[in-house]
């Protein structure tokens, strides 16, 4: 694993170096298979999928879901490493599936369309933002090896949830892997 633990003069344990560790989407309250108009689809969507987005591969979707179900649940492979101080920066997670610079890396969640042919049409994403994982949830996670992201996936129109994800709209938790 590759990990060391420290305390800080108030005794909190900060990680350092690396670790592998299992990131966990779960979502609820999915929005039903259809949703209503924009200026560009004037008969709303239809048909309506959601699934993790592979970095870099934005039609490289994990977990394709149809949006009626009663939950969905990705589970992605990722590497924290630096470290995790509860006065300094938040360790840097990186995986396949997570995107952006360090400091900024987050998790697409793709709501797209899907034709009776197979292929998809994205319409929408939610950037699930990793920089408001408090440290000691990280350095949870690190110890234990999973992480635990829980959101709604409906917005307070009835629609697919989108733009940028933070808690409180997504809770993070470590567990037991």
Known sequence: MGKARLADRRGVRWLRQTSSVQIRIEGTDLPGRSCGPSADVPDGYRNIHVAVQRRGKRDELLGLT????????????????????????????KGPYVQ????????????????????????????????????????????????????????????????TVRPPAIQWSAGPA
């Open 100 to 163: 952006g610079p360090p400091g900024a890396r987050f998790i697409y969640l793709s709501w797209v369309t899907v034709d009776d042919a197979g292929p998809v049409r994205l319409f929408r994403r939610a950037k699930l933002m990793l920089d408001g994982i408090p440290p000691t949830v990280l350095d949870e996670a690190g110890r234990t090896g999973l992480l635990i992201g829980r959101l709604a996936l409906t917005d307070s129109k009835g629609n697919p949830t989108c733009a």
């Open 66 to 93: 149809a949006a009626d179900a009663p939950a969905a649940t990705w589970t992605i492979e990722c590497q924290l490493s630096g470290d995790t101080e509860p006065d300094g920066p938040a360790a840097d997670v």
